[in-house]
């Protein structure tokens, strides 16, 4: 299956400043699910946003889906250092039992 | 909750060794766990998904009898990397998921290198 495009691929801003990272996919979803990966460790769930819905929010994160743009946006308000880390976008497609299928994954770094 | 195993975290042998890793799900049932493959700095590429009591199903281009899967109860799913050649060297991470339509939990995954 083709993965989905993630943009910018790196991305390196300040503590405190907000982070907006882009993801795009090219089937009808389900839904779509933002993961965090710490360097050399698993994926952390972050949020899940189903087809039917727009925004999301969770604490710090806030996620857009745009189905007829095929497009998903995850924006962390006021980093810290601690959200250094890499983040993908994965979709469930429609018709495939829940199977993930990850984007190319954005690279974010904070620095104090 | 929702905690994933992964055992080992880091392994190192000799080219012609099979390996085996371990998935567990600690705090839940897991019907299906999910084996991916992850290169440096790129993505997760699902190799195989498996269901307690039955045979794994996998994606297209993984060899079946190269990675062996077995999910032989609620909580426990092995892949087994048969006779590893240095191409086989990667970081590969297991996920769990207790019913369809819930999120994936996943593991901290294995290192793996083959000499």
């Known amino acids: 299956s083709q993965q989905g495009e993630e943009d910018p691929q790196a991305l390196s801003i300040q503590e405190g400043e907000n982070a907006t990272m882009n993801c795009s996919y090219k089937?009808?979803?389900?839904?779509l699910q933002w993961y965090r990966q710490n360097s050399g460790r698993g994926l952390v769930h972050l949020i899940l946003?189903?087809?039917?819905?727009r925004e999301k929010h969770s604490g710090r994160l806030r996620v857009t889906l745009d189905t007829s743009k095929k497009s998903s946006s995850l924006l962390i308000t006021a980093s810290r250092a601690a959200d250094t880390a890499s983040y993908f976008c994965?979709?469930?497609?429609?018709?495939?039992?829940?199977?993930?299928?990850f984007g190319t994954g954005t690279r974010l770094q904070v620095t104090l | 909750g929702a905690v994933v195993s992964q055992h080992p975290s880091w392994v190192i042998c000799k080219s012609g060794t099979s390996v085996k890793i371990e998935c567990r799900s600690l705090?839940?049932?897991?019907?299906?766990m999910f084996w991916y493959r992850q290169f440096p700095k790129q993505s997760l590429m699902l190799m195989a998904t498996?269901?307690?009591?039955?045979?794994?199903?996998?994606e297209q281009g993984v060899e079946k009898d190269k990675f062996l899967i077995n999910h032989a109860s609620l909580t426990l799913s092995t892949l087994t990397v048969t006779s590893a050649h240095p191409e086989d060297s990667s970081f590969y991470i297991c996920?769990?998921?207790?019913?369809?339509?819930?999120?994936?939990?996943f593991g901290d995954g294995t290192r793996l290198s083959i000499l």
């Open positions: 705090d839940f049932q897991a019907t299906t």
């Open positions: 089937t009808s979803i389900n839904n």
């Open positions: 498996s269901n307690e009591g039955s045979k794994a199903t996998y």
């Open positions: 946003i189903r087809s039917n819905e």
């Open positions: 994965a979709t469930v497609d429609t018709g495939t039992a829940s199977k993930l299928t």
């Open positions: 996920s769990a998921r207790e019913n369809r339509g819930q999120p994936q939990h």
